[in-house]
């Protein structure tokens, strides 16, 4: 079900203001993305924190609001330090296997 124009600008600007975790389905891609909104532009170009809350890097971190299909507002905040614990490991654990030699 798609959300209304209304309704996603709402909550893009609540992302923006309060740092909530947004989760994101993309037309055109499977995975849903939970990140933050760093910007947003003319209220049609959203600039999206370029990690996600697990550590991933977004491939596509501006988007045009027409690309996105749905969108959900979480009370969690970006910056919990349950969130920043996860990408701090998330980040030692890729750093150990780019050490590793087999």
């Known amino acids: 079900?798609?959300?209304?124009?209304?309704?996603?600008?709402?909550?893009?600007?609540?992302?923006?203001?309060?740092?909530?975790?947004?989760?994101?389905k993309v037309k055109g891609n499977e995975k849903t993305v939970l990140t933050a909104v760093d910007d947003v532009r003319a209220n049609r170009i959203i600039v999206l924190n370029p990690v996600s809350v697990y550590g991933v890097p977004i491939e596509e971190s501006v988007l045009h609001l027409?690309?996105?299909?749905?969108?959900?507002?979480y009370n969690a905040r970006y910056t919990d330090p349950i969130y920043v614990r996860i990408r701090e490991l998330k980040n030692n654990i890729d750093q150990i296997r780019r050490n590793l030699r087999w």
């Not at 027409?66 to 507002?73: A, K, M, P, Q, S």
Request: hydrophobic residues 40%.
């Open 1 to 24: 079900m798609r959300n209304s124009y209304d309704k996603m600008l709402k909550d893009l600007f609540r992302s923006k203001e309060s740092g909530n975790v947004v989760a994101f």
């Open 66 to 73: 027409e690309d996105i299909e749905n969108i959900r507002v």
